[in-house]
Every structure is written in C-alpha cells, then in structure tokens.
C-alpha cells in the first residue's frame, strides 16, 4: 500500500469516526431525551465491553471454540464478581487484565 493510501484511509477513518462523534450531538444538543431513551443509555458502555469480551472469548480463527485451557475463561468469572460489586468499569477491566496477564506469566 502506498503513502497516499494510507494517508486517504486514515483520513477517511477521522471522517468516519468524527461524523459518528459528533452526529448525535448536532442533531440532539439542545433537546431533552425521554426519560426511557436516557436509562437505556445508561448501560450502553456495559452492553459495549459484554459484546466485545463475549466474542474475544468465544471466537477463534473466525469459528466459536470453547476451551477450558484458555485462561480468558478463568478470568471472566472473578471479573464478573468485580463487575458486579463495585459497578466500576475501570476495576472490572483491571481485575480481568491483571488474571490474564498473572497466568500467562506464571504459565509461561
């Protein structure tokens, strides 16, 4: 791929990414979100990091596979606790982080 590929391309992704950033905010800034629209936007940011770590867990070279050796598994559940108990994103990425990277290093 050449300079000006690349250049186009990372150009059309800010494009991208600045249209879908900043689409609800022209559209919707000055107006007041019915109250039902603003409690499902509440959990928004959580159903994002279950979508993602769901299919970081279950997908495999394009094809679902499930192993008990994959240590992802055994950091979801005490990461689920963490999740649960303090409602804290931040804590909830950390504890699951700090399982994988503690048994991929005692593992080797």
Known sequence: MDQ???LLTAAGMGAVALAIRAGPLLLLGGRKLPRPIEEALHFLPAAA???ITVQLLVVRD???QF???DVTWWALLPSVAVAILTRSTFLTVA???AIVA???LIAG
Do not use: E, N
């Open 4 to 6: 000006t590929a690349i």
């Open 49 to 51: 990091l279950a979508a």
């Open 62 to 64: 394009g094809a679902l």
């Open 67 to 69: 192993s008990i050796d």
């Open 95 to 97: 504890v699951g982080m």
């Open 102 to 104: 503690g048994s991929r």
